[in-house]
Nanobody, 126 residues
Framework: QVHLVESGGGLVQAGGSLRLSCAAS????????VGWFRQAPGKEREFVAA????????YYADSVKGRFSISRDNAKNTVYLQMNSLIPEDTAVYYC???????????????????WGQGTQVTVSS
């Protein structure tokens, strides 16, 4: 079992930055791929980024590539999402997720992620 808690969300002006954190409990966390997803009002949840278990390979949705950066510190059981050059379209609830069934960081289907945090709100004003 893995328990995830996101933090770091808030209100920021367009062009600004935020860093989200995803703190995990559970000894197996470092063995799993970790992903970030987001859900805007009235829209389906979508994949944002993922990071591999221990090789620190990363994968991004086209909409955030070049602006967002995912990283992890396995010693702290924490994954980060650095978000730069934010735009109003980035406004959403951001979730981190993980699970043993994710074998490839290019897996964007949320159905394969077994463990989810409660989400943190990010609002970007124009």
């Amino acid at each position: 079992q893995v328990h995830l808690v996101e933090s770091g969300g808030g209100l920021v002006q367009a062009g600004g930055s935020l860093r989200l954190s995803c703190a995990a409990s559970g000894r197996t966390f470092s063995r799993f791929v970790v992903g970030w997803f987001r859900q805007a009002p009235g829209k389906e949840r979508e994949f944002v980024a993922a990071i591999s278990r221990n090789l620190f390979s990363t994968y991004y949705a086209d909409s955030v590539k070049g602006r967002f950066s995912i990283s992890r510190d396995n010693a702290k059981n924490t994954v980060y999402l650095q978000m730069n050059s934010l735009i109003p379209e980035d406004t959403a609830v951001y979730y981190c997720a993980t699970g043993a069934r994710i074998l490839d960081i290019t897996t964007t289907s949320e159905k394969l992620y077994d463990y989810w945090g409660q989400g943190t709100q990010v609002t970007v004003s124009s």
